[in-house]
């Protein structure tokens, strides 16, 4: 059973290949002019999609197709070429054209998730009896589409994450002059609204002591990303213990998001719904050019 559907699979395949260089099916210095053909992209683009929905392993997802090692080896490969960033861009450039983005209300929070391998950045989590966890702090539009994280240590608190999750926003291009961030009582602090101030951000930070439903604000739209990501099981329960990689699978699971809620949002995209081979090359059309 594939990991995603068709219609959903197919644009994303479209522009990831779009993404790679030229490169001969058979090694130009190999001294007898031939060798095994190169395993084709596709069919590691698949068990890369796998591993992130299904959360298991390179040898567990490996078969006669390819080998656990091949995966590894592709999917550094494609984090040296910034294929996956690149086609996270790509994909929010597309939502903000066609759909829009909603920058003028951003919310901001951490989530904590099971890192049972370790890694460059996980730490003890104070939340889990002191095992191996890993925190991102993610950001979000007004509406939930996910537009940058910056991973640490399941025991560092979300404040001090604050300043380096907001400079994801120099990579959006022109913002609003007027932003509002949505922020939980865990930011509020006089540090929280000076860091805000000098960069003429407007916080809406909820109180320490006061309880208040999280739909009363914007911040519900950020939880619901981070469910949204955790159904991700690679994320939920990360075994990756470089940061490049654990990023790069982020920006793969943020991609499918973004480009699902841009399918299901157009319009004239109602038939990229059905998984027919015509509604599939209608939707890539639309979020890769």
Known sequence: MPALPSWLTEPLWDQFTALFPERPQFHPDHPLGCHRRRISDRIIFDKMLQLLRCGCSYEAIADTT???????????????????????????????????????????????????????????????????????????????????????????????????????????????????????????????????NERGLRGRIAHKGEKAPVQATQRWRIERTHAWQNAFHRLARCYERRTSVINAFFDLADTIITVRRLIRTDDHAVAALIPTDAAVRSAAARWAT
């Open 66 to 196: 390819c080998s656990a090692t091949t995966i590894r080896t592709r999917r550094d490969e494609w984090i040296r070429l910034g294929v996956f960033a690149r086609l996270k861009q790509i994909a929010l450039n597309s939502y903000d054209r066609i759909v829009g983005l909603v920058l003028d209300q951003i919310a901001v929070d951490g989530s904590v998730t099971k890192a049972p391998g370790g890694g460059e950045a996980a730490r003890r989590s104070p939340v889990d009896r002191g095992k191996e966890g890993l925190k991102r702090s993610g950001m979000t539009d007004g509406y939930g589409i996910p537009l940058g994280r910056v991973l640490a240590g399941a025991n560092r608190h979300d404040s001090p994450l604050l300043a380096p999750t907001l400079d994801r926003l120099d990579d959006l291009g022109p913002l609003p002059d007027d932003i509002t961030v949505h922020l939980d009582a865990g930011y509020d602090s006089d540090k929280t609204r000076a860091l805000l």
